[in-house]
């Protein structure tokens, strides 16, 4: 089963909108990371979140994590057409040995 | 350049005919894996690999066999691929004590 699920599912937005997605999981994890996948390609890592830290940056990127609501968001600021994708989050999680477990993915379409 | 490479990008094959997806990474990582990606599904994993000569079952390991002789190489192989195992598979590695991924682009394989 999946340990992070996405939400929403899919999101429509026009350029220079900000984009919200958010990631929810079940055990304890060590860190979270969110990766971003162009149309039928390979993931790309954007960002990693250890359990200790609460908001982290990259350039327009911006992630939160609750650990008390088991919740992570990303927030995409001033989207551009390039930023349509599909995003996911992943947990490395004590309980999974280790390995990273992937949600299910939001995809995100930037209207130009 | 670091990268995860697979071959073949692109496959159609029939049920029952032994196939053979390559892949190779530069980055001297330890860990290799083998997802696949269905729609809905997310990205579950298939096989992945602690080092050389050391292989473990992922969440979804039937149908599917991987060796790792050498430590860029990791493939993948369907001994008698069916239809349910249409599907788009990337391979991906990291190395020791860090657990960000690095994805290949991904193999598109069609079985009929």
């Known amino acids: 089963s999946q340990q992070g699920e996405e939400d929403p599912q899919a999101l429509s937005i026009q350029e220079g909108e900000n984009a919200t997605m958010n990631c929810s999981y079940k055990t304890s994890i060590n860190n979270l990371q969110w990766y971003r996948q162009n149309s039928g390609r390979g993931l790309v890592h954007l960002i990693l979140?250890?359990?200790?830290?609460r908001e982290k940056h990259s350039g327009r990127l911006r992630v939160t994590l609750d650990t008390s609501k088991k919740s992570s968001s990303l927030l995409i600021t001033a989207s551009r057409a390039a930023d349509t994708a599909s995003y996911f989050c992943?947990?490395?999680?004590?309980?999974?040995?280790?390995?990273?477990?992937f949600g299910g993915g939001t995809r995100v379409l930037v209207k130009p | 350049e670091a990268q995860v490479t697979q071959n073949p990008r692109y496959l159609i094959t029939v049920t029952g005919k032994k196939l053979t997806v390559t892949c190779s990474q530069n980055?001297?990582?330890?860990?290799m894996s083998w997802y696949r990606q269905d729609p809905g599904l997310g990205l579950r994993q298939i096989y992945y690999?602690?080092?050389?000569?050391?292989?473990d079952k992922g969440d979804v390991p039937e149908g599917y066999k991987v060796s790792r002789k050498e430590k860029r190489n990791f493939p993948l192989i369907l001994e008698s691929p069916s239809p349910n195992q249409t599907s788009l598979y990337f391979c991906?590695?990291?190395?020791?004590?860090?657990?960000?991924?690095?994805f290949g682009a991904g193999s598109r394989l069609t079985v009929l």
């Open positions: 991906a590695s990291r190395g020791s004590g860090a657990n960000v991924l690095t």
């Open positions: 690999s602690m080092n050389v000569e050391v292989t």
């Open positions: 992943a947990t490395d999680a004590r309980a999974a040995g280790n390995k990273l477990t």
């Open positions: 979140i250890r359990s200790n830290e």
């Open positions: 980055m001297n990582h330890e860990y």
